[in-house]
């Protein structure tokens, strides 16, 4: 249970990560702030994804590689090995609506983990899963504003200001979005807390072609108050719209996935 | 079986599963992978006598693909036992010796008093599989239960919750035959195969999710007695709620009639620690407090799922949770709540560098006999693990 608490919540947030991905549709005309948001959240719905990536955890003084791969079929379906290292390889978590699956290779058992799971601080990050969920909600929860552009990474960007709607249950008090203007890749993201404070950074960088979408393949998350703490997520490979049946989620097929 | 033919069956076995074969296919369809353990333990026992004892573990577990969809796998356990422990568990290397199952694949190669080398195949399968069906034979893991903890419908295989160092948990030589639904849910049978007919275990069981619970309903013979459970995951607002219940009824004079129930909650406290509560009811247990001991993992006899605790009314009660990343603390509780018993197992496990982890389990049974609480049996573990 202690290695699930930690990994389980990994593969929610790759769901939303390769949500934030989406946003490489080329959109004629100069955009909104809400059709960017708006655009990013129609890609997530119905497509398939399929990934090999690597997280890494950064502190001053140690760093931990995880090596996985990823399926996933909307919002509903997920299914998420662990490659590497060899503690935890072959251990497989299995998302389908809000139920959740753990395969333990070791006892050869499938546990059904309890959904507040999910609520976990995630790899020592002071990012929630959930947080990183309701990143998918961008568009019901927010309101947006587009404050001009500006250059990240070498390339030109909307700045769009998002701040939370009265009614909305969100963490945070706002969020900073720079959103390239030629390939709406998210090149970089501010968290601020509701006393408008940084609390966490993510940048996009190696920009490739993966999966016929030019995709960031790295991005890094930063706290703002911890010197030397990072957590790295880099695709080895990326596939999109690649049919999958939903048979592919299910717990049958948790043993087998490779 | 008689121990000379061992080496044959062995070798006949590893044959028929991995083909003898060498090319370049078969290097892609072979995988192999396993840990190194170093156990020091310190005990000490109600009279405050201590002992020390040491083991070295290693694991490897074999896996090869074959054509048509089968698998092989081999799982291999090597133990070397040193330590003042071996002088007073006399016979401990002939215990670890037998082995239960059809075939006898246990060997204790050194068998001394001042230290046992041993060896065990506690899987040997060969697997074939496709859309619908899901067939496998040999010695194997045949996982019934939905429960944490403690499963009574686990009728193939009892979990001592004490014996932590024995991670994989021992294995049954059966036959296992799975039919998958093309609206979810499976049909299971199973037959475990014994040297005496009349330890023999075959059933039926069948799963199926509704409305976001798991649930298995089984039936079947128990060694001489018929077997009926059910048991179900599911979950109620952010908690996982779990349980298990099987009714066994005696077919024979010299069996007893048993019901044990298990129900758990399990929930993650916001940003806070992993908490577990169980529950047993075991209609057979007795009021004998020393039958406590039968918990711990050098007791090396194996727990009956009938028996799956010594006494009536039991507790399980867990909490712990990462502190770092690196580190994990937790804290588990049984209480043998009408017999005055308490086994507790707190646990730090911190991970030195990436596959290689520390972990330090304290064991402690204290009974109340004469309005007094005292040590029944206690120790603590050090532990070092080289996964590859």
């Known amino acids: 249970m202690k290695t699930s608490t930690r990994i389980v919540l990994i593969f929610v947030v790759l769901l939303a990560f390769i949500g934030i991905q989406s946003f490489t549709t080329r959109v004629q005309d100069e955009p909104t702030a809400e059709q960017v948001i708006k655009k990013a959240q129609d890609k997530m719905q119905g497509t398939t994804t399929k990934a090999e990536m690597k997280i890494s955890i950064i502190r001053p003084k140690w760093s931990r590689t995880m090596q996985l791969k990823t399926w996933s079929k909307g919002t509903t379906y997920g299914m998420t090995l662990i490659t590497a290292p060899a503690r935890d390889k072959g251990t497989v978590f299995l998302k389908r609506g809000n139920e959740v699956w753990n395969w333990v290779p070791t006892v050869e058992r499938i546990i059904k983990l309890p959904p507040s799971m999910m609520g976990q601080s995630w790899m020592g990050t002071d990012l929630t899963n959930d947080d990183l969920v309701k990143e998918s909600s961008m568009e019901k929860d927010f309101t947006h504003t587009l404050n001009g552009k500006e250059t990240v990474g070498g390339r030109t960007c909307y700045k769009i200001t998002s701040i939370p709607k009265e009614d909305a249950a969100v963490v945070w008090g706002k969020v900073i979005s720079w959103i390239d203007t030629k390939d709406y890749l998210q090149m970089k993201t501010e968290f601020y807390d509701e006393d408008e404070e940084l609390v966490n950074t993510f940048t996009a960088s190696g920009i490739k072609v993966m999966g016929g979408k030019t995709v960031a393949s790295l991005v890094e998350i930063v706290p703002a108050d911890k010197t030397g703490h990072k957590t790295k997520m880099e695709y080895i490979s990326l596939t999109f719209n690649e049919s999958i049946d939903d048979s592919f989620f299910t717990t049958q097929n948790m043993k087998k996935v490779k | ?388």
């Open chain 2, 1 to 388: 079986m008689s121990g000379s033919n061992r080496p044959a069956v062995l070798f006949l076995l590893v044959w028929l599963i991995f083909g003898g074969t060498a090319s370049a296919q078969f290097k892609e369809n072979f995988t192999y992978r396993g840990y190194f353990k170093d156990l020091r333990a310190v005990s000490i026992d109600a009279n405050g006598n201590t002992l020390q004892q040491n083991l070295f573990h290693h694991r490897i577990n074999f896996r090869y693909s074959m054509k048509h969809n089968f698998v092989g796998g081999l799982e291999l356990r090597n133990r070397a036992f040193y330590g003042e422990f071996l002088k007073y568990a006399k016979g401990y290397g002939d215990q670890l010796e037998y082995d239960p199952g059809l075939v006898d694949l246990s060997w204790s190669w050194i068998n001394n008093p001042a230290f046992i080398a041993h060896t065990a195949i506690d899987r040997v399968w060969l697997n074939w599989s496709n859309d619908k069906w899901d067939v496998r034979l040999g010695r194997q893991r045949i996982n019934w239960g939905q429960n944490l903890v403690w499963n009574p419908n686990d009728l193939f295989n009892v979990l001592n919750y004490a014996d932590f160092d024995y991670e994989e948990r021992p294995g049954s030589d059966a036959v296992k035959v799975e039919r998958y639904f093309k609206k979810g849910g499976s049909l299971q049978m199973a037959y475990k195969f014994t040297e005496k007919p009349e330890d023999r275990v075959m059933a039926l069981m069948y799963r199926f999710n509704k409305k976001n619970y798991d649930f298995q309903i089984l039936a079947g013979q128990y060694q001489q007695d018929v077997a009926a459970g059910v048991g179900w995951a599911g979950n109620i607002k952010g908690a996982g709620f779990k349980g298990e219940a099987t009714w066994f009824e005696p077919m024979t004079d010299s069996s007893e009639q048993a019901f044990l129930t298990s129900a758990t909650i399990d929930i993650v406290l916001d940003k806070g620690p992993y908490i577990m509560i169980s529950g047993l009811f075991n209609t057979l247990g007795t009021s004998d407090l020393s039958k406590l001991l039968q918990l711990t993992p050098t007791a090396g006899g194996r727990l009956d799922v009938k028996r799956l605790m010594p006494n009536k009314y039991s507790v399980f009660v867990n909490g712990g949770g990462a502190i770092s990343p690196l580190l994990n603390a937790n804290l588990a509780a049984i209480g043998a709540i009408d017999i005055g018993g308490i086994f507790l197992m707190p646990s730090i496990d911190y991970s030195l560098k990436t596959n290689l982890d520390l972990s330090l389990v304290g064991q402690s049974f204290v009974g109340q006999a004469d309005n007094k609480w005292q040590n029944l049996s206690s120790a603590v573990f050090l532990r070092i693990k080289w996964s590859y």
